[in-house]
Each structure stands twice: as C-alpha cells, then as structure tokens.
C-alpha cells in the first residue's frame, strides 16, 4: 500500500494518510525500513503493509519512496 506521513512525534511514532479511507493509520518507528525517525519529514510518501495488532490496524515495513 501507498500512503503520506501526516504527522510524526516525538516519542517515536506517527500516522500516515492513506487516499481514499477515512481514518489515518498508526506506525511506530521500529516499522521503518531502511530509513530512520528522524530521516522521515511530514508530507513524504511511503510504502508500507496493513496489519492488526490488539489497539487496531497499523502500518508495518514502512518505506520511503
């Protein structure tokens, strides 16, 4: 999937927008792949993998593109 970096924290997570769906998705920045937190910038697109976990869906193997 395909999706934007909408906000990112300082405690080392964020959400990405993704177009077409009405909620925006979590991801941690231990799901990063082969880019650091604080390489990442709001508004940079990315690839990444669905995923469910107890809080809800998430975004895992999150990649810049």
Sequence with gaps: MEG??????DKGF???TIEGEEKDL???GNEL??????ELN????????K????KGPNAVNVARV
């Excluded at 934007?4 to 924290?9: A, C, M, P, Q, S």
């Excluded at 792949?33 to 604080?38: H, L, M, N, S, Y």
């Excluded at 995923?51 to 107890?54: E, F, G, I, K, R």
């Design 14 to 16: 964020g959400f990405i």
């Design 51 to 54: 995923a469910d976990s107890p």
């Design 42 to 49: 709001v508004g940079d697109k990315v690839t990444f993998e």
């Design 26 to 28: 979590f991801f941690h």
């Design 4 to 9: 934007t970096i909408k906000n990112l924290t």
């Design 33 to 38: 792949q082969g880019i650091t937190f604080e």
